[in-house]
Structures are given as structure tokens and as C-alpha cells.
């Protein structure tokens, strides 16, 4: 079998069909097409697939653009016509959540629900993340500091260290999360100190990755001209004044340098899982 070239670009169609909305496989697609740099995936998402006739539409739109099948199906018949009409046309399929299911059916000895989207059921948790995300929106950019004091987590941190989009992945993990920026010349709100249950959090940056996107977003914003907000030399400070600062209160420093929201994240909710007593992990689990 020839050998394909690694620096040729490679495009080819995926089908995600499910029967609830899809969001499962779409990050389960993303997640693994990203181990294949020169591989661009066509997507085409087949959501809330629930009916005989909304399958027929799906599969039209298969054959007419093969590629590779990846489905979440919890009706048997719809599976079964799905996999007959792919294998005829040798069309490749795969269950993406069979193998996880199978483990955890043998493991509990437990039956599977037939519940179609059962994840998604208006749970307590549902309505935990949905608490979580309004008191993100309250307490976003130290905006009412003394509301704080009910957080899980309180992020600090200079300009620009993703501190706002964080907050919000971790409220949409059920962490209540608020943040504060640090201003140069003004010092963080006496009232922290006060706090027993929030875990704070010290968000730094390398200083040159700090200045590119302040001039991203002043650009953006279409303002030219330098300004100590992306002066190398003032962002050094910031930069340093601020770690020393989290040193001397003992808060738990995390560098997001070039790191995703999520590897940011998923670092902060282990620092914060390790810190608070077994007991009280066991009362309130995120999922």
C-alpha cells in the first residue's frame, strides 16, 4: 500500500448523527481529528434524529457524501438501518459511546436507560450550572466584590490572562467563580482577605505573550499608538508585582501561558479539589 504524503492536506467528510443534539460528538470528533494535522474534517451534524423519516433524510445526505459515520442512536431499529445502509455501501460506522457503556454496564451490573438525551434531563446539576453561570455574569470583573464571599472560586489576575472566559467554562462545569483584575496603583479589595470558602486563584502570563494580545485587542478596538498598557517594560512589572503578590498571600498561581481555556481550567478545579476536605468533595460534586 503506497505511502501518503504527511504535507498533503486531506479533506473528508464526517456524519455525526444523533438523536439528541449532537454536542457529544461533536467534541468527540474535534478531540480526535486533531490528532491529524494534515486531516480537515467536512462536518455535518445530523442532530435530533428521532423519526424513521429523519433518518431517511440523513442517510440521503451520507450516500451523496461518504465519509466516516460517528452516531449516538439509543432506538435499536434506527441503529440497525443505519449500520445495514453503511455497511452495503461500505461506509465505515462506529458507536462512540458503545465501549464506555459496555464497561460501565458490566462494571455496575446495571441496565442502560433507552432515554433518549438522558444527559441532558433538568437535573440538579443542570439547574447547579445554570446558578453557577448567573453568578458569573454578576461577579465578572470585580464586579460586586462583597457578593464573592459565596464563591467556589475567585480568579486574580493582570489584563488579558483569560480570566473572564475561564470563569465562565468553570460556571459551566457548576463552579460558582467570580473574578478580580489587577490595576496598577490599586490595591485588591481589603474584603478578601476576609473570605474563608473561596479558593483564590492567581492567574499569570509570560509577559511578551501578555503584550501581543493587548495590541490584538487595541487593534481590534482600532486604537494605534503605544501606551503603557503594551509597554514591554510596564508589563514586566504587572507581571512580576502581581506573582509577588500571590506568593505573599499564599493563593495558588497558575501560568495560562499558551495554555487553552480548558487545560486552564481542568488545572484549577485538581488545585481546587485537593484543597477542600474529602467531606465536603463528597457533598458537592461537579459532573
Not at 467563580?177 to 496598577?184: E, R
Not at 509597554?231 to 509577588?244: I, S
Given at each position: 500500500m503506497p505511502t501518503r504524503?504527511?504535507?498533503?492536506?486531506?479533506?473528508?467528510?464526517v456524519h455525526l448523527v444523533s438523536d439528541s443534539t449532537g454536542e457529544t460528538l461533536v467534541a468527540m470528533m474535534k478531540a480526535s481529528t486533531a490528532q491529524f494535522r494534515s486531516a480537515t474534517a467536512l462536518e455535518h451534524l445530523h442532530a435530533l434524529v428521532r423519526s424513521e423519516a429523519q433518518l431517511e433524510q440523513s442517510l440521503e445526505?451520507?450516500?451523496?457524501?461518504?465519509?466516516?459515520?460517528?452516531?449516538?442512536?439509543?432506538?435499536p431499529e434506527r441503529r440497525?438501518?443505519?449500520?445495514?445502509?453503511?455497511?452495503?455501501?461500505n461506509i465505515p460506522t462506529v458507536s462512540i459511546l458503545d465501549p464506555t457503556l459496555s464497561v460501565l454496564g458490566r462494571y455496575l451490573g446495571a441496565a442502560m436507560t433507552d432515554e433518549v438525551g438522558a444527559q441532558r434531563n433538568l437535573d440538579d446539576a443542570y439547574y447547579s450550572r445554570i446558578e453557577a453561570l448567573d453568578f458569573a455574569m454578576v461577579h465578572d470583573d470585580g464586579q460586586a466584590v462583597s457578593g464573592l464571599v459565596d464563591a467556589d472560586i475567585i480568579l486574580l489576575g493582570i489584563s488579558r490572562t483569560s480570566k473572564t472566559p475561564t470563569s465562565i467554562y468553570l460556571a459551566n462545569r457548576g463552579y460558582k467563580?467570580?473574578?478580580?483584575?489587577?490595576?496598577?496603583g490599586s490595591p485588591?479589595?481589603?474584603?478578601?482577605?476576609?473570605?474563608?470558602?473561596?479558593?483564590?486563584?492567581?492567574?499569570?502570563?509570560a509577559p511578551d505573550r501578555i503584550v501581543q494580545i493587548r495590541q490584538q485587542r487595541l487593534m481590534g478596538l482600532r486604537q494605534d499608538g503605544q501606551t503603557d498598557y503594551i509597554?514591554?517594560?510596564?508589563?514586566?512589572?504587572?507581571?512580576?508585582?502581581?506573582?509577588?503578590m500571590f506568593v505573599?498571600?499564599?493563593?495558588?498561581?497558575?501560568?495560562?501561558?499558551?495554555?487553552?481555556?480548558?487545560e486552564t481550567s481542568a488545572q484549577i478545579i485538581n488545585a481546587y479539589n485537593k484543597a477542600r476536605p474529602i467531606e465536603e468533595r463528597r457533598k458537592g460534586m461537579r459532573l
Open positions: 504524503n504527511p504535507n498533503i492536506a486531506i479533506y473528508f467528510h445526505t451520507i450516500e451523496a457524501k461518504p465519509g466516516v459515520v460517528l452516531y449516538t442512536l439509543v432506538n440497525k438501518r443505519l449500520e445495514d445502509f453503511c455497511r452495503a455501501r467563580t467570580g473574578n478580580i483584575p489587577l490595576v496598577p485588591l479589595p481589603a474584603i478578601l482577605d476576609t473570605f474563608e470558602k473561596p479558593f483564590i486563584i492567581g492567574l499569570v502570563a509597554d514591554q517594560d510596564r508589563v514586566r512589572d504587572e507581571v512580576r508585582d502581581a506573582k509577588r505573599r498571600k499564599g493563593y495558588k498561581v497558575i501560568d495560562v501561558t499558551r495554555k487553552s481555556i480548558e
